[in-house]
Nanobody, 122 residues
Framework: QVQLVESGGGLVQTGGSVRLSCVSS????????MGWFRQAPGEEREFVAA????????DYADSVKGRFTISRDNAKNTVYLQMSSLKPDDTAVFYC???????????????WGQGTQVTVSS
């Protein structure tokens, strides 16, 4: 049984930083691209970032480029999202996900975590 468990969310002030973690189990972690998505209230789920299995390629949404960094530790079956210079518009539930592809498209992701809330106060 595949599980992705996110952690690290919470309340942060504008301009602050937070690091999200996502630990996987039951997954052949190195076969998968790992991605982060987010969903704000009343909005569709949107792509944030992705990292290939070997960390040689990363992809970011324009809205987070230069502020967020995705990374992974294959030895720990964990993917991270370091978020800096946070803005109130970044407030959302953040989800990690796994895909055999390298994609920004949510439907191409096979497994999802339950999400972790990040709230950025103004």
């Amino acid at each position: 049984q595949v599980q992705l468990v996110e952690s690290g969310g919470g309340l942060v002030q504008t301009g602050g930083s937070v690091r999200l973690s996502c630990v996987s189990s039951g997954l052949s972690f190195t076969l998968y691209t790992m991605g982060w998505f987010r969903q704000a209230p009343g909005e569709e789920r949107e792509f944030v970032a992705a990292v290939r299995w070997n960390s040689r390629s990363t992809d970011y949404a324009d809205s987070v480029k230069g502020r967020f960094t995705i990374s992974r530790d294959n030895a720990k079956n964990t993917v991270y999202l370091q978020m800096s210079s946070l803005k109130p518009d970044d407030t959302a539930v953040f989800y990690c996900a796994a895909t055999r592809d390298y994609s920004r498209v949510a439907v191409q992701y096979d497994f999802w975590g339950q999400g972790t809330q990040v709230t950025v106060s103004s």
